[in-house]
């Protein structure tokens, strides 16, 4: 009987639950869980988290997972690989460290990826970032800087694996590499294979959002999706020529069809043609699906090709501060009284010479998520309707003074319904993306790759 590889989803994204993933190392019968744990979003909160606290800076829930996972996985061989580390890689291995060992797990081996964080040497890299004429540069946020990361792929995760790592701890990678990484690994695939290191990146971009594909956030039959309160979070038993079969541990909830794959497969999706990453750039446009049975689609016919010169850079950087708040109001008229409240707001900013960079206003209940394309309505339809009004400012004092005027309309304004005064006053940091390319030798050439024990710091 020819091998197969067993992959199972963790979590899609930080404070995902982390349940169906215990069940997959119940009941799943696979070799590897694999988690997604970052968006460019999770960096700005993990670097808020770092700047108070320089241990942290890591997804705090990591804690939990490994408290849950490690009794399970640990004894059974089931290898754990995520990018929970985040902003702080170190200081994610630590924390299984210390997990590990109130499990009594003293000979647990933690492989630590580091080489991502590129933000103490932006200025020795700078000759090496690649942007077309005309672009703006990094550099002009060079007084506001926060933290700076590179997209790394498979290959570093495949060395931990080589190293006899348990568990695999990174920073910024794609949302694909965990779930690569364990197939070049286990078939020794060679890193210019791109036809299956292609059909291994598409496994991981099926997998990263957990539910997702297995009848989460579905578009299509949803209300015929079977118990979600339960979701199963998928499974792939992996061929060595790249084919796959998705589906998921039994007697769980959600479904596995084509269809609920192909919603997943579609998403994030610009160019299906050339799907760029740093391990392959992939060409959806042959893969071939199909159901074979309950919940189980095959994947197959999937085409690379060779990986980019190039890596993705993300930067971060201090954007001002946020002022913001939501007012409800009920029928009749719920609409109009929100709309005075809106223009009440904006006089009083002006009258108070409160200096924005931005306003933004949506009605929950009406336009909150489609904008400009939601139906025009019958103000007496609708039997609620929440203001949502948020400012930008450069300085902290100007977003501070906007959240004191949201109370008073509740007796010196329209109509008020109650509820969603907004948060005390207390103005937000907000945080800036930018993206770029480089070339990825100078990166790759510092990467590096480290098995930590219980009993060895990480460094």
Not at 28 to 48: H, P, R, S
Not at 53 to 67: A, E, H, S
Not at 295 to 300: M, N
Not at 409 to 435: C, D, E, H, M, T
Request: proline share 5%; with cysteine.
């Amino acid at each position: 009987m020819s091998k197969k590889v067993r992959i199972g989803a963790g979590m899609g994204f930080y404070g995902d639950s982390v349940l169906p993933a215990l069940d997959i190392a119940k009941n799943g019968n696979v070799q590897y869980i694999c988690f997604d744990d970052l968006a460019e979003l999770t960096m700005a909160i993990l670097e808020k988290d770092r700047k108070k606290d320089p241990t942290k800076g890591y997804t705090k829930d990591i804690t939990q997972t490994m408290n849950l996972l490690l009794p399970e996985c640990f004894p059974k061989g089931i290898k754990l690989i995520t990018n929970a580390g985040g902003i702080n890689p170190e200081g994610a291995v630590n924390e299984v460290k210390r997990v590990a060992k109130s499990l009594g797990f003293d000979d647990i081996k933690i492989g630590l990826v580091k080489g991502d964080n590129i933000y103490g040497g932006l200025n020795e890299l700078s000759p090496y970032f690649l942007t077309k004429d005309g672009e703006e540069s990094w550099e002009q946020y060079e007084d506001r800087l926060l933290f700076a990361s590179v997209y790394l792929g498979a290959q570093p995760i495949v060395e931990a694996l080589k190293q006899g790592a348990d568990v695999v701890i990174t920073g910024r990678t794609t949302d694909s590499a965990q779930f690569a990484a364990p197939l070049i690994y286990e078939y020794n695939w060679s890193y210019d294979d791109w036809d299956r290191v292609a059909s291994a990146v598409l496994l991981g971009h099926l997998m990263e959002c957990s539910g997702q594909v297995t009848g989460g956030n579905y578009t299509g039959a949803w209300q015929d999706i079977e118990d979600l309160d339960n979701i199963g979070y998928p499974i792939a038993e992996v061929s060595e020529d790249g084919s796959f079969i998705l589906t998921k541990t039994e007697g769980t909830g959600g479904k596995v069809s084509v269809e609920t794959v192909k919603e997943q497969f579609l998403y994030e999706i610009h160019d299906p043609h050339h799907y760029i990453t740093p391990d392959v750039i992939v060409d959806f446009t042959s893969v071939i699906f199909e159901d074979i049975g309950p919940d189980q689609v095959r994947v197959s016919n999937v085409k690379g090709k060779p990986a980019p010169p190039t890596l993705k850079v993300l930067i971060g950087y201090e954007n001002g501060w946020a002022g913001d708040g939501m007012l409800g109001y009920s029928w009749p008229n719920a609409l109009e009284k929100a709309k005075k409240a809106e223009e009440i707001l904006k006089k009083q900013i002006n009258r108070l010479g409160i200096r924005t960079e931005e306003i933004h206003t949506s009605y929950i209940g009406y336009n909150s998520l489609h904008g400009p394309l939601a139906h025009e309505v019958e103000s007496d339809s609708l039997n609620e309707i929440y203001l949502y009004f948020a400012i930008r400012t450069k300085e902290k004092s100007d977003a501070a003074k906007f959240g004191k005027l949201l109370s008073p309309l509740a007796v010196n304004g329209p109509p008020f319904g109650g509820g969603g005064l907004g948060k005390g006053g207390k103005p937000r940091q907000l945080l800036g993306i930018y993206s770029c390319l480089i070339d990825r030798n100078v990166i790759e050439s510092e990467v590096t790759v480290e098995i930590v024990t219980v009993n060895k710091e990480a460094v």
